[in-house]
Every structure is written in C-alpha cells, then in structure tokens.
C-alpha cells in the first residue's frame, strides 16, 4: 500500500458520519441517571440514619446499664430527686409516645397542609418575603432548610432548601432523596405559590445540586385545565373566591402531586436539573 | 448528580455514542449509553483525573460493549450483529434534512457499519479511535490499554485490512 492508498483510507474515515443522540433520548438517559443518583443517595441516607439510631441506641443501652447499676445500689431515690431522672417506667412510657408521634408524621402519601392558615396568604405580594417566607414555612420542605434562603430578585421566588455546599443531615437525605419525593415536593409548591403569589413571574427550587424552574404562565395554563373554577383576571388576589377555591382543589392537586403519570409528562417540559456545576468534589 | 457526570454526559454522550454505533455496527446502543454513564456515576471516586474524562469514559464504554458482544455471542447472534436489519434509524444531528438528504445520509452511514463491522474487533476499534474519532496516539492507547507502538502498528494493519475490504467491493 502506498503512501497515498493510506492517505485516502484516512480521508475517508474522517468522512464517516458522527451520528448524535436525539435530544430526546438524551433527556431520557439523563432523567436514568437522576433517578439512579437519587436511588444510591437514598441507600446512603438510610446507611446513615441506622448507624445514627445504632449510635442512640448504644447510648441508651449504656444508659439503661447505669441506671440499673444506680437502682441496685439502692440510691436511685435520692438520685432521682436530685437529678429529675425518669423512672424506667416513665422512659418506656415517653419513648412509645415518641413512636406514635413519628408515626403520625410520617408521609401518608400526600403533604399534610393547612389550608386555612395558606389562606391568610392570598394574593401575596413577592416584594413581601415575611409573607412569601411565612408561606415556604408551611409547605413540605420547610423542615429540611439547611443553609437555605429566599430569592426574590427579578420577581422570581426561588427557594433554595439545601445548599450545594452545605453537607445534608441524614433526616434531610433521607427526605429529598426519597424515590419521587423531590418531584412530588417541587410540584406542590410551584402549584401553591403560583395560586398564593400572583405577581411572580416564575417559581424556582434548589436542593443541593438538583434545581428545578417553572414560569408562572407556564403552570397557570397548566392549571386551568387540571382544576375546578380556577380563578379569572383579578380573582386570583380575592380571598372571596380563593378560599372556596382553594377548598374545592385540596384533594385535586394532591391526586396530581401523586399521579406518577402526571409527574412524568410535567417533568418532562420541566426537568429537574443540576444546578451548580464546578470542578469541586 | 455527581456535578461532573451531569457536565461530561452534556460534553461527552455523542462521542461515546457514536464510539459504540460503530464498534457494535448498530445505531440502537442507547441503552448502552446510558450503562457507561451510570458505570461512570458508580466508579466516579475511582476517576483518578490521569486520563481525560473523555478517555475515561471510552474506555467504559469499550467495556460495556465488549460485555454486550459476548452476550449476543451467546445468545448465538453471530448473523444477526452485523445484518442490515440491525442498522436500523440513524438519529441525525440538529439542522435541515430533505428526505433525500436523510436516504443518502442513511445509506452512507449503513456502508460504513458494513464496512467497519466486517474487520475483527481489534482493528475495529483502533479504526474507530484513531480514524474515524481522530483521537491522537496517546488518547487511544490510554482507551484500549495497549501500548503507543500497538497502537501504531494495529492502525497500520487495520488501515491495510480496510482497504483490503474496498478493494474486494
């Protein structure tokens, strides 16, 4: 072969086609990738909650030791008196309310909110972040504010309910990274501040690396035609017509926050992205 | 996501998208794709930055695609890796297209699978690294693991058996 043959063999491969994925493809691959990142940080949460509870658990165990050893030595009731310790009984009695209590907390598969005390806020303007605040503040999420903040520059409402680099307590991890539980979060409160704060222009959330953005006309058109009687022109600042509203679309906009099909063709005009991209680890 | 995942999917996904297209003769590998992002989402800490994340992640999706053929090895597929059938839609990047545009782009595209999937699986990749990819020496030996020299000398020989196959046309 000569020296040509070889150049020729080399113009031709440089020639051959570079097909592309789709766009398309590529969002799907990457909504793959999320959820797969989301999956492993779930497991990593959970590793670190037991170790958490394994931890406690030591505590009360050596606890439960001292104590005994107090008891035989017959000094518990001048200990007791002195120190305000609970009797075995009382700590078994206070640990099964403790139970109960997180038991009742626990996501039942819908947020539990109070609608009258949203109400209070309707119309809320975004140039009133104590309002707009007071509304993050009953919303789910509010409890995982780490290192967080509010945004209200250029009539955005952006939330950011776990900074990048803050490191995420487990109870934190273990919230967000919950399978569906980001999506389902950010769309419940892109639905209720886009009806509780009208003049936004948009609605934007962070936790940790994931952001996610939605315009106001965007989830308007939206929800117009999900929910019953949705409010026209200035109606939406009336508390006459948004607490009745309000009432009447409770469960409706619970029954959208938790069907995965609606999720899934919402998510996907609006993908959840990656927020922050630096060289850091 | 790992921030550097998220970055190098947006940078790298049609490189080794097309990387495996050719290597396996078939425009359906993107389930493939996604399995050398996710590879990469799980063995990030072992990214050790020596490489670029380019040629990282390459040389996971030789991998992925060393594992996919002997799988349909197994499964007895001989016939079925390289026939046309397989060549099936060619995604097409952004722009125009004329149906006649889309037809002679297809038909180039399915010579060239033919073409590149009658060599052996070596000369294959270092045709499609150093050839098509136009990835240098240094990026392709790191990618296959072999040495400067075999690279050279493999291209060589895989340049000669190409010719070899357009000659016989």
Known sequence: MSDQDYKQIDELLARMPKPSLSDQKKQQIYRELLNTHVKAELNRGRWEMMKHYLISACGIGALAIIAFVVISSGVMDDYRSKSGMHSPEEREEWQGNLVEDQEDNEDNGFFPIDVDQLKAYVGTYIGGASDVFAIIEQLPGADTYQGGGLDLRDQILGVTYLHANVEASPEAKAFWYEEGRMEKVFLHNAIYLTLLVPNAVGYHFEVGLYSFSVSRDEMVDILQTELTDFPQGNEIWEREVMDPFLDQNVEKINELVQSEEFRASFFAEHPIMVVKVTNQE | ?169
């Open chain 2, 1 to 169: 996501m790992n921030n550097r995942i998220a970055e190098w999917f947006y940078k790298y996904s049609d490189d080794v998208y097309h990387f495996l297209v050719y290597l396996l003769s078939s425009s359906d590998v993107e389930d493939l794709v996604q399995e050398v992002f996710i590879k990469a989402l799980k063995g990030i800490d072992r990214y050790e930055g020596a490489a670029s994340p380019k040629t990282w992640l390459l040389a996971i999706a030789r991998h992925v695609a060393i594992d996919e053929i002997r799988k349909r090895k197994t499964a007895k597929w001989k016939g079925l890796l390289f026939s046309s059938s397989d060549t099936d839609v060619l995604d097409l990047p952004g722009g125009q297209h004329t149906p006649e545009d889309i037809l002679l782009i297809q038909e180039e595209f399915d010579e060239a699978l033919q073409l590149i999937g009658k060599l052996k699986r070596t000369y294959r990749e270092v045709i499609i690294l150093r050839g098509i990819k136009q990835l240098s020496v240094e990026e392709t030996a790191a990618i296959l693991q072999w040495s400067e020299n075999k690279v050279r000398s493999t291209y060589h020989r895989a340049r000669k058996a190409l010719r070899k196959e357009l000659g016989g046309k």
